[in-house]
C-alpha cells in the first residue's frame, strides 16, 4: 500500500511534509483549511482553486520513481497480490502495474462526471477545460465536471471495498511505502493481515504505530513481526531488491 511519499522524487509534491507538502502550500488559493481543496463544499463556491491545483498535478506530466518500478518487479516475480494506492498521479500504471492488480483507492483522472446530475464526460475534454485554465461545466445541467477523484466525505471506488477483504485474507507480507497513514479508511488497511503477518514500513518518518487509539498499529520494539526502514522509499526499496537477489532484474526495469 502506498501514499503520495513514492512520487515525490518524481516532483510531485506530498501532502503533509511540512514546508514542502501540498497543504504548506496552498496559501495562494486562500482556503479556510487546506483540505477544503479536496472537498464538494468549496469545489461549488471556487472551483478554480482545485482545477489549477489539478492542471498542475495532471497525469502525463511525470514519470514513474524506482519505487514504481519496484511495485512492476513485484508482479513480474509473480508475488504482488494488489498494490493499494492513495496516489492519483496514475504513475503505477505509467511503470506497466497491471489494470487488475492495482486499486486506485482515491480515484483517478481516468474517468469525469458533473457533481450535480453525475452526467459522464469525456475526459479528453475536461482536460482540454484544465488546460486552457476553465473550469469543466456540464453540458446537461451546467454543474461542475469533477474528475472521479475522491474527495472528502466522498466514498471510495467499489472495487476497494470489493477486494479488501479477500486480499488481506491471503496477504502474507505487507509493504507500506510513503504515506502518514493519517487518512481512513485507506489508514486502516495496515491493521488489516492477520496478526502473524510480517508488515514491512518503508517511509522518512514513523507513522502508523500502536497507541491506545491504534491497538494494532506497527510495533517496531516489542515484536519481530513488524520492520521498518527510515529513508527515501527509493533507497528502501534498492535495499530490498538486493536482499532478494534482484538487484540486476530491478536494475533492467529502470530507465536508462
Ligand atoms: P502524506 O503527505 O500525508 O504523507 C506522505 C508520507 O510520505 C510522509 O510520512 C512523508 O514523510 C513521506 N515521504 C515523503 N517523501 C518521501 C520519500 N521520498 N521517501 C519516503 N517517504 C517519503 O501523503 P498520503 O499519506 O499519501 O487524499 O496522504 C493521504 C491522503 O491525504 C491523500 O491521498 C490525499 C490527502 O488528503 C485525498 O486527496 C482524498
Avoid at 28 to 35: I, M, S
Avoid at 173 to 186: E, K
Wanted: aromatic share 10%.
Amino acid at each position: 500500500m502506498a501514499g503520495a511519499g513514492i512520487s515525490t522524487s518524481a516532483g510531485i509534491p506530498d501532502f503533509r511534509s511540512p514546508g514542502t507538502g501540498l497543504y504548506d502550500n496552498l496559501q495562494k488559493y486562500d482556503l479556510p483549511y487546506p483540505e477544503a481543496i479536496f472537498t464538494l463544499d468549496y469545489l461549488r463556491s471556487k472551483p478554480e482553486a482545485f482545477f489549477t491545483l489539478a492542471k498542475e498535478l495532471y497525469p502525463g506530466n511525470f514519470d514513474p520513481t524506482p519505487c514504481h518500478y519496484f511495485i512492476k518487479l513485484l508482479q513480474d516475480k509473480g508475488v504482488l497480490l494488489r498494490h493499494y494506492t492513495q496516489n492519483i498521479d496514475t504513475l503505477e500504471r505509467a511503470a506497466g502495474v497491471r489494470d487488475d492488480l492495482l486499486v486506485e483507492a482515491h480515484g483517478s483522472f481516468a474517468q469525469a462526471a458533473c457533481i450535480d446530475c453525475s452526467h459522464r464526460h469525456d475526459t479528453e475534454w475536461v482536460k482540454s477545460q484544465i488546460d486552457k485554465d476553465a473550469v469543466p461545466r456540464c453540458e446537461s445541467c451546467g454543474g461542475i465536471v469533477k474528475p472521479s477523484i475522491v474527495f472528502f466525505g466522498e466514498d471510495l471506488p467499489r472495487r476497494f471495498g470489493q477486494l479488501v477483504s479477500e486480499d488481506f485474507e491471503k496477504c502474507d507480507l505487507l509493504i507500506v511505502l510513503g504515506t502518514s497513514l493519517t487518512v481512513h479508511p485507506f489508514a486502516g488497511l495496515a491493521t488489516m493481515p492477520k496478526p502473524e503477518v510480517p508488515r514491512l514500513l518503508i517511509n522518512r518518518d514513523s507513522v502508523g504505530e500502536r497507541d491506545i487509539l491504534n491497538p494494532d498499529g506497527f510495533d517496531f520494539i516489542r515484536t519481530n513481526r513488524d520492520a521498518r526502514y527510515l529513508g527515501s522509499c527509493d533507497d528502501g526499496v534498492w535495499h530490498l531488491a538486493r536482499g532478494l537477489g534482484w538487484a540486476s532484474d530491478f536494475e533492467a526495469l529502470l530507465p536508462e
